[in-house]
């Protein structure tokens, strides 16, 4: 893979340019409780999958202690073509081996630091069928019942390059 990738800090909807990302990135914004800092996955994720269902993914973070991992809580059918994955149910390290994995943990690991909205983008990006295209994702963090931080929900558009 190119290593023209960035990862930005996502502030506003405006910081996107696809515009499904855009309408993802409003229902996040709207499912937030009042008094709360992030939405309840459990309350975000029925609308996001109606938005962006086959470009979605999600993962929730689990092992805080040390270096955190991530399990495959839902992966749309354009996420596991594009990335030659699906982690639904399993731990994202079982598959290091993959190409895309050094960028999705870094894009991961961003959000769980940060506990904002983050954007990577590359215009040239090779996915894992030998495809060169580019590339634009939203990851967003999402929280339990009890408003912690619990796992990140994004979605990946792709087009030709």
């Not at 990738?5 to 409780?33: G, K, Q």
């Not at 805080?64 to 991992?69: F, S």
Request: glycine letters at 10%.
């Amino acid at each position: 893979m190119s290593d023209a990738f960035t990862l930005d800090p996502v502030e506003r909807r405006d910081d996107l340019r696809h515009p499904r990302l855009r309408l993802l990135y409003d229902a996040w914004a709207a499912a937030i409780p009042p008094g709360h800092d992030l939405p309840p996955i459990d309350r975000l994720l029925p609308t996001a999958q109606a938005v962006l269902g086959d470009d979605l993914w999600c993962l929730d973070i689990v092992g805080w202690g040390g270096r955190p991992d991530y399990v495959g809580r839902y992966f749309g059918r354009n996420t596991i073509t594009n990335y030659g994955i699906d982690p639904t149910g399993r731990s994202i390290c079982d598959f290091a081996r993959q190409p895309v994995f050094a960028r999705i943990m870094r894009v991961l690991g961003a959000v769980a630091a940060s506990g904002r909205p983050q954007r990577f983008a590359a215009e040239q990006s090779v996915m894992s069928d030998g495809r060169l295209l580019e590339v634009e994702a939203l990851a967003l963090p999402v929280a339990d019942a009890d408003g912690g931080l619990s796992g990140v929900l994004g979605a990946t558009t792709a087009r030709p390059a």
